[in-house]
């Protein structure tokens, strides 16, 4: 079983639409990230949590909000969608005092 | 500002041509050099952490090493399965990691 999870894993929407991608992980890390991945851009952080309690904003968090459920549970919301938000997103989880991160298999979003 | 850049954006090798990937970072209280391998579609998988200049680690044929500047990602006699993207990241202590744009590898046979 994946120790990093993330749904859904495809998803189409249109513009103005609100959506939500959820990250579940088994992992027992308290850390947990958003980042989005676009070519030629690389990975780019959104958001990250280091427990339940701490959510801090990440270089590109405009449009995005986040929702820290549970120490296993980190969910990004996108208010009202909009096309440059079609990308790759991915979530990770790490220990505390480790930067080692473990990233879920990725949501592709394409908003029209 | 801190900053990781990897070089070359992309290398085409023949099978068994050895060659080096570069990472060079400006970050300030570095705690970690960390080398990913992505694949088309799916979520980068760690590989090695260097945390002092001189350290060294191997995996296969994949051996990355540190100084106060920069990491390599070398790759002796390469097979096509090695194919993919690896990238780069560093951070400071207790935050988030800085990510490279990453090297996007092709080995053919």
């Known amino acids: 079983d994946a120790d990093v999870t993330q749904t859904p894993r495809n998803r189409i929407t249109k513009t103005g639409k609100r959506i939500m991608l959820e990250c579940s992980q088994t992992?027992?890390?308290?850390?947990m990230y958003w980042y989005r991945q676009d070519p030629g851009l690389g990975l780019r952080l959104i958001y990250y949590s280091f427990d339940v309690k701490d959510i801090n904003k990440g270089e590109i968090s405009d449009g995005y909000s986040v929702s820290r459920q549970a120490q296993a549970k980190f969910s990004l919301s996108l208010e009202s969608a909009i096309p440059n938000q079609t990308a790759l997103y991915f979530c990770a989880t790490s220990k505390p005092g480790n930067n080692e991160q473990f990233f879920g298999p990725g949501t592709r979003l394409t908003v029209l | 500002e801190d900053q990781v850049t990897q070089s070359p954006e992309a290398l085409r090798l023949q099978e068994g041509e050895s060659s080096s990937l570069n990472c060079s970072y400006t970050?300030?209280?570095?705690?970690?050099l960390f080398w990913y391998r992505q694949d088309p579609g799916k979520g980068p998988e760690f590989l090695f952490t260097l945390y002092s200049a001189g350290e060294e680690k191997e995996k296969e044929r994949l051996k990355a090493t540190l100084t106060k500047k920069e990491s390599f990602l070398h790759i002796t006699a390469p097979k096509p399965e090695d194919s993919a993207t690896y990238l780069c990241?560093?951070?400071?202590?207790?935050?988030?990691?800085?990510f490279g744009k990453g090297t996007s590898l092709l080995v053919t046979p």
């Open positions: 990241a560093a951070g400071p202590s207790g935050y988030a990691l800085n």
């Open positions: 970050v300030s209280g570095l705690r970690g």
């Open positions: 992992k027992g890390h308290d850390r």
